[in-house]
Protein backbone atom coordinates (compact mmCIF):
# COMPACT_ATOMS: atom_id res chain seq x y z
CA UNK A 1 0.00 0.00 0.00
CA UNK A 2 1.05 3.28 -0.33
CA UNK A 3 0.56 6.25 2.00
CA UNK A 4 -1.15 9.11 0.32
CA UNK A 5 -3.42 12.30 1.02
CA UNK A 6 -5.84 12.94 -1.10
CA UNK A 7 -9.74 13.03 -1.39
CA UNK A 8 -11.94 10.20 -3.47
CA UNK A 9 -13.25 12.48 -6.25
CA UNK A 10 -16.79 11.35 -6.13
CA UNK A 11 -17.35 11.29 -1.99
CA UNK A 12 -14.81 13.43 -0.88
CA UNK A 13 -14.03 10.95 1.53
CA UNK A 14 -10.16 11.31 2.95
CA UNK A 15 -7.84 8.49 1.27
CA UNK A 16 -4.76 7.97 3.10
CA UNK A 17 -3.87 4.54 1.87
CA UNK A 18 -3.87 3.05 -1.92
CA UNK A 19 -2.79 0.21 -3.85
CA UNK A 20 -1.26 2.32 -6.19
CA UNK A 21 0.86 5.12 -6.91
CA UNK A 22 -1.78 7.96 -7.73
CA UNK A 23 -0.43 9.45 -11.17
CA UNK A 24 -1.70 13.00 -10.55
CA UNK A 25 -3.94 13.34 -13.49
CA UNK A 26 -6.47 10.66 -12.97
CA UNK A 27 -9.18 11.06 -9.95
CA UNK A 28 -9.22 8.80 -7.44
CA UNK A 29 -12.05 7.27 -5.62
CA UNK A 30 -12.55 5.27 -2.24
CA UNK A 31 -12.99 1.71 -1.84
CA UNK A 32 -16.85 2.34 -2.27
CA UNK A 33 -17.04 4.58 -4.73
CA UNK A 34 -14.52 2.29 -6.62
CA UNK A 35 -17.38 -0.60 -6.17
CA UNK A 36 -19.82 1.39 -7.13
CA UNK A 37 -18.23 2.66 -9.94
CA UNK A 38 -16.99 -0.46 -11.37
CA UNK A 39 -20.50 -1.77 -10.85
CA UNK A 40 -22.35 1.17 -12.84
CA UNK A 41 -19.97 0.46 -15.78
CA UNK A 42 -21.20 -3.12 -15.90
CA UNK A 43 -24.88 -2.18 -16.03
CA UNK A 44 -23.79 0.37 -18.41
CA UNK A 45 -22.44 -2.30 -20.66
CA UNK A 46 -25.67 -4.31 -20.36
CA UNK A 47 -27.78 -1.89 -20.75
CA UNK A 48 -25.87 -0.60 -24.31
CA UNK A 49 -28.25 -1.93 -27.03
CA UNK A 50 -26.59 -2.66 -30.17
CA UNK A 51 -27.42 -0.44 -33.32
CA UNK A 52 -27.29 -1.36 -36.66
CA UNK A 53 -26.30 1.27 -39.79
CA UNK A 54 -29.10 1.57 -41.94
CA UNK A 55 -29.96 4.18 -44.63
CA UNK A 56 -33.28 4.24 -45.28
CA UNK A 57 -36.54 6.53 -45.46
CA UNK A 58 -39.17 6.09 -42.82
CA UNK A 59 -42.54 5.08 -44.83
CA UNK A 60 -44.45 7.41 -43.02
CA UNK A 61 -42.71 11.05 -43.07
CA UNK A 62 -40.23 9.91 -44.95
CA UNK A 63 -37.14 10.83 -42.46
CA UNK A 64 -34.04 9.70 -43.07
CA UNK A 65 -32.98 6.60 -40.74
CA UNK A 66 -29.22 5.93 -40.20
CA UNK A 67 -29.62 3.45 -37.07
CA UNK A 68 -32.39 1.22 -36.12
CA UNK A 69 -31.88 -1.24 -33.23
CA UNK A 70 -32.81 -4.70 -34.90
CA UNK A 71 -31.43 -5.28 -38.70
CA UNK A 72 -34.64 -5.06 -41.14
CA UNK A 73 -35.51 -7.34 -43.31
CA UNK A 74 -37.43 -5.15 -45.51
CA UNK A 75 -36.42 -1.59 -45.70
CA UNK A 76 -39.68 -0.72 -47.77
CA UNK A 77 -41.79 -0.32 -44.57
CA UNK A 78 -39.33 1.15 -42.02
CA UNK A 79 -40.49 3.61 -39.48
CA UNK A 80 -38.87 6.22 -37.72
CA UNK A 81 -39.28 6.67 -33.96
CA UNK A 82 -42.05 9.23 -33.96
CA UNK A 83 -44.15 7.96 -36.25
CA UNK A 84 -43.59 4.36 -34.84
CA UNK A 85 -44.80 5.71 -31.27
CA UNK A 86 -47.70 7.46 -33.27
CA UNK A 87 -49.08 4.27 -34.92
CA UNK A 88 -48.91 2.35 -31.54
CA UNK A 89 -51.26 5.28 -29.93
CA UNK A 90 -53.58 5.24 -33.05
ZN1 LIG B 1 -15.80 7.94 -2.26
ZN1 LIG C 1 -41.51 9.05 -39.68
Same mark, same amino acid.
Given at each position: ??????N????G??????? #????????????????????? =?????? =??? =???????????????????? #??????????? =??????????
Amino acid at each position: MFDVDVNCATCGAHISQLP #FQPSGDRPVYCSDCNRAHRQT =RRDDSR =RER =RMYDVDVACSGCGTKITQLP #FQPKDTSNILC =RECYLKSKDA
